[in-house]
């Protein structure tokens, strides 16, 4: 967050959550004049035992109340479904596995919300997510970094914004530890303080996940194949699996035909590969088969925090959120594609995830993962 101390109208995206709570408390303690807004991303399922976009306006209304600051609640249902859930449906099919909560901050939160704001005179945006914003001294360049909580550290999910965005967004959060934000709650007496931080992606909630997926995809089955080519069994719809998945196979019990390599007779199975040609899963037992390691990816889609791709090639990459940094070297073919060569295999890497480049704590941006 900027070392700035002028007051300023600040636009708070309040989710409901106890970091966005935290964020707007945050804001008013240093004098800025807060406004916070419920952004309602998702339409049809209000009523379900999923949704919880009603709870969550309800409590980040609370929120507001205590702080004292005014909220508004603004639909972006029609956004998101264009720009995002569109191409979150059109991932899936095509049989690769997206991240819409990246393409959602890109899109909705630091665009659409963004516009919003800057349309009711804010000088900044704030959000509770868990990075930091630094404007680097030789360059001029706000430079994405990680939160200061590595096990919260959310830059992954912000890698593609853009030198506008950021020089338009503080993370305030992003400069605490998440039991620090808990006890700041507590303190001044929020009412979610002890609120559970939300899981899945933001549309789909704690719901069975290939039960929301089946209302928008036909099932198309087909044989599942261990590396030996045996049918082994059959699955519902390539687009139902991911690669590295271990659950929900039908084939728990299987044995193979002779131990596979980083397995044996009654190890795992694992989703290996996806050929769309021919409507095949191939599966593999063992954490470490060869079929899920890779030295090295193509991404493609590129977008790089700085305007362009780093003149650095020893970095390190995510494939993954949650992942440790792996040591890599980039190789730029295009503006907006390169690809990674690892020092250490990297497991089930995944076409239509995100990898996602770091210079240390600076966030240098990525691409969505190809091959």
């Not at 596979?260 to 409507?279: E, I, L, T």
């Amino acid at each position: 967050m900027s070392g700035t101390t002028k007051r300023q109208r600040v636009v708070v995206g309040l989710s409901g959550g106890v970091d966005s709570a935290v964020t707007a408390w945050l804001l008013k303690q240093q004098g800025h004049e807060v406004i916070g807004i419920f952004m309602k991303n998702w339409e049809g399922d209000d009523d379900s035992e999923f949704c919880s976009s009603n709870i969550d306006f309800v409590d980040a209304a609370a929120v507001a109340d205590v702080i004292g600051i005014e909220i508004e609640h603004v639909n972006f249902a029609a956004e998101y479904k264009d720009r995002v859930f569109a191409e979150f449906l059109r991932e899936y099919s095509a049989g690769r596995t997206p991240n819409p909560d990246i393409l959602c901050n890109a899109e909705i939160k630091f665009k659409a919300f963004l516009d919003h704001a800057m349309r009711l005179g804010a000088g900044k945006i704030a959000t509770g997510h868990y990075a930091r914003v630094r404007v680097n001294a030789g360059t001029g360049c706000h430079e994405l970094l990680k939160g200061l909580d590595p096990a919260k550290d959310q830059s992954y999910f912000l890698h593609r914004l853009n030198q506008k965005q950021l020089a338009n967004t503080w993370f305030p959060v992003g400069e605490l530890l998440k039991t620090e934000v808990r006890r700041i709650a507590l303190e001044i007496g929020l009412p979610n303080a002890k609120k559970k931080d939300s899981t899945g992606i933001c549309f789909i909630g704690e719901r069975p996940f290939r039960e929301f997926l089946n209302r928008f995809i036909a099932k198309e089955p087909g044989p599942i194949r261990s590396d030996k080519g045996h049918v082994i069994g059959e699955h519902v719809g390539l687009s139902f699996y991911t690669l590295g998945q271990r659950q929900g196979l039908g084939i728990g019990g299987l044995k193979a035909k002779g131990a596979q390599r980083g397995g044996g007779d009654h190890a795992p199975w694992f989703v290996a590969r996806k050929d769309m040609a021919s409507n095949t899963l191939w599966v593999v037992q063992g954490h470490e088969h060869p079929w899920l390691l890779s030295n090295e990816l193509t991404a493609q889609d590129a977008s790089w925090v700085a305007g362009q791709p780093p003149v650095a090639t020893a970095l390190a990459a995510k494939t993954r959120y949650r992942q440790l940094d792996a040591p890599c070297r980039l190789s730029v073919h295009a503006a907006d594609a390169f690809s990674l060569q690892f020092s250490e295999p990297q497991w089930a890497v995944t076409p239509g995830q995100s990898a996602v480049l770091y210079d240390g704590e600076v966030c240098l941006g990525g691409g969505v993962i190809s091959g």
